[in-house]
């Protein structure tokens, strides 16, 4: 075999192997064919039989002897079975093939065949029930990683942002401030490239829209058409495609305050907004909502009892993580559940928040909020390279960390922005770590 008929070869074999994947386990494809192939059989059998039968009846013409070489009467009876059995499959199975990707063409990504796309969404569909809780940046990163793994994601917002566009909307409109939920939908939009950089689009303070993001106006807009916060951020999902749901961790109209004692003061002060607590540059004593009982969105706490994982973080300890543990029922529904709890812990320090804290600091934190134990495994980074930003520093575990909380370090840091976790890293160390717990079967996705 020269070297054209090796290439040859080895492109038919990969494409033959490349055709088998169709009979992997779990992609709901077998059954399909399988029906197909039994409706093509009985087909096939009702023409043989009238064809048969106009053989046997019809008059001696010109294109009985025709028939009978069509239908390879010269051969021995099983070869022709086998023939025709062959043949037959052949054409069935590359009709199929044909016409799925004609069908599918549109929703494929360039470059991606149609059995690669039929996994993958599969796998999504079958994954495990992911609920993240927190707000700001770092639930983004987070919800980018994990939604190539599973399609069952909820993601739990604050709704204590008064900054920036949100508060302003906030305060002009009487909404929930929208822009956490915003980010965390684009996290979770297919279309991140086009659609997602439309609701992220920011206008100009002078364009007279005071510096406002297209998303949050459009949330808005939902909001006073359909009468309903929740249902604007469904709507605004759906616009985005989104795999997943994104909800608010109350719907009331809640207020952080913390008590901070100022650089160079003995004195404690109580500071009134979310955007204010970070200006003051003073050691968070403790925060609080006002009101201090507000009732958690019932979707919300459905989704964490029906959980196989819950993750708290990355974000801001203060003013993203803790606004939606301080609702009291979702801090209980959170110690009900069953669910696998982890905590990714943050890359660096925030200043005016967390100033030299480290891993053990946040997870105490959290916990003297949650009253007791609380996290099955905690994740901090141990890359500790590159350069940060002036005032921060990396997140450091204690000496002692890994005898009072299960821990895993593993390298977490975007490498541009190594103050920022790596999605795609992040999101698919939870998803082995998460698996290892639950064993190979769902790994696999046969469940």
């Known amino acids: ?77 099983p070869l022709r079975v086998i023939i025709f059995g062959v043949l037959g499959l052949g054409m069935v199975l590359g009709g199929v093939y044909g016409l799925n990707r004609a069908l599918l063409r549109p929703f494929l990504r360039p470059g991606a065949s149609v059995v690669d796309t039929v996994t993958n969404y599969r796998k999504r569909e079958r994954g495990p029930r992911v609920v993240v809780i927190g707000g700001g940046t770092g639930l ?32 002009s409109r009487g909404i929930l401030p929208p822009g956490d939920i915003r980010n965390c939908l684009t996290a979770l939009s297919d279309d991140e490239a086009m659609l997602s950089q439309i609701f992220q689009y920011r206008f100009s303070a002078g364009a007279g829209l005071n510096g406002h993001s297209l998303g949050n106006l459009f949330i808005t807009a939902m909001t006073d058409i359909t009468g309903s916060f929740e249902e604007a951020v469904a709507e605004a999902g759906r616009v985005l495609a989104v795999k997943g749901q994104v909800l608010p961790s109350t719907l009331h109209d809640v207020t952080l305050l913390a008590a901070l004692k100022l650089t160079g003061s003995e004195n404690e002060v109580q500071i009134r907004g979310e955007s204010e607590i970070t200006r003051q540059g003073g050691i968070i004593r403790r925060v609080w ?11 919300a706490l459905q989704a964490i009892l029906a959980a196989d994982l819950v993750v708290v973080g990355p974000g ?71 350069k940060l930003p002036a005032g921060i520093d990396w997140v450091r575990p204690e000496p002692d960390l890994n005898q009072r909380y299960p821990l895993y370090p593993a390298d977490l840091v975007d490498k541009e922005r190594p103050w920022r976790h790596d999605s795609i ?13 639950t064993g190979p079967l769902m790994a696999r996705g046969d469940l």
């Open 289 to 299: 909502l006002e009101p201090n009982n507000p009732l958690a969105f019932p979707p």
């Open 316 to 386: 801001s300890l203060y003013t993203s993580l803790l606004p939606n543990l301080l609702v009291p029922d979702l801090a209980e529904a959170l110690r009900a559940s069953r669910a696998f709890k982890f905590y990714v812990c943050n890359v660096a320090t925030q200043p005016g928040e967390t100033d030299h804290y480290g891993c053990g600091e946040h997870v105490a934190t959290l916990e003297k909020y949650m009253g007791g134990h609380l996290f099955d495994l905690v994740l901090i980074n141990n890359y500790m390279q590159g």
């Open 425 to 437: 890293r992040l999101g698919q160390i939870i998803m082995d770590l998460y698996f290892e717990r």
């Open 1 to 77: 075999m020269g070297l054209k008929g090796e290439i040859w070869y080895r492109r038919w074999w990969r494409s033959i192997r490349q055709e088998m994947r169709w009979f992997t386990p779990g992609i709901g494809v077998k059954r399909w064919l399988v029906l197909i192939l039994m409706g093509t059989t009985l087909i096939g059998t009702g023409i043989a039989m009238g064809l048969l039968e106009v053989y046997r009846t019809a008059p001696d013409t010109w294109w009985l002897p025709a028939l009978s070489v069509a239908s390879l009467r010269f051969l021995e009876r």
């Open 140 to 171: 983004s990163a987070l919800l980018r990683g994990l939604k190539s793994h599973t399609n069952n994601l909820t993601a739990v917002v604050t709704v204590a942002d008064d900054g920036g566009s949100s508060g302003e909307l906030r305060r």
